[in-house]
């Protein structure tokens, strides 16, 4: 655990396998909900209860993982205190007139203003060091260990969207997009075994648009090197109620039976392909 020096919490969590561990690793870095107590005078107060922008359950979606030998790694603290997954350099992800959030985002994905107070660029350098970096280490770290002890690694970055956002897409999004940047994040295999896996459910699936994975996705994979980087993002009604803010247990459930499939076809490909 790494923590935070001024509040004691933990930056992430680790949820570790309870059986017959394998080189998969499912990071969650957008499903922390804390504000550091030091700094929350800063935002406007509707953005500290329960902030839109949040992959609310996806933790919860994915907490099957241990029972299969998967390893996952969960933010504490909210996307809106850092972003873990965008690019420390603050280089945008896209070009297209979509509206980014930044890593230390003054604005939601409506453009909404959140702070009271912006943080100065000493504020943002402190939470790049609090937060975000013990976060990117720690995945760093167990995928070199996966590395290590099999031959190869395999990080999937899991993330949810309101099917509607029309600042970042005109349309609805469909169920499901993975994303690879571009088929250089991962090894063909293991990404014909997740499209030929999400593909065979009635959901809607598309392949690298309108997203092609954030920075995990894209500064982890390095299939060449025996390190593989995939994004999962799924519209919340597939696991929320109508109004995408309530966790519904019949809908997650039909879900996690897909993903679960998927994620057992991945654990065979990593073993019989030889990535």
Known sequence: MTFSKENKIPSFKIIAPTKGKV????SVPHCGILFPDEIKEQYHAQFIGKPDDTDWFVDKLYDFSSEIGITMIQAVYSRLVVDLNRNPEQ???????????????????HGNHIYKTIPSQKEIDKRISLYYEPYHNKIDSLLKDFKEEFGHALLFDAHSIRQYVPTIHKDKFPDLILGDADETAADKHLIETTLNNLSSSDYSLSHNTPFKGGYITRSFGKPKSGIHALQLEMTKINYMDDLEKNYDTFRADKMRVLLKKTFHSLIKTLDNEGI
């Open 91 to 109: 280089k945008p992800l896209y070009n297209d007139g979509r509206i980014i959030t930044e890593l230390v985002t003054k604005t939601d994905f």
């Open 23 to 26: 080189p998969i690793l499912i």
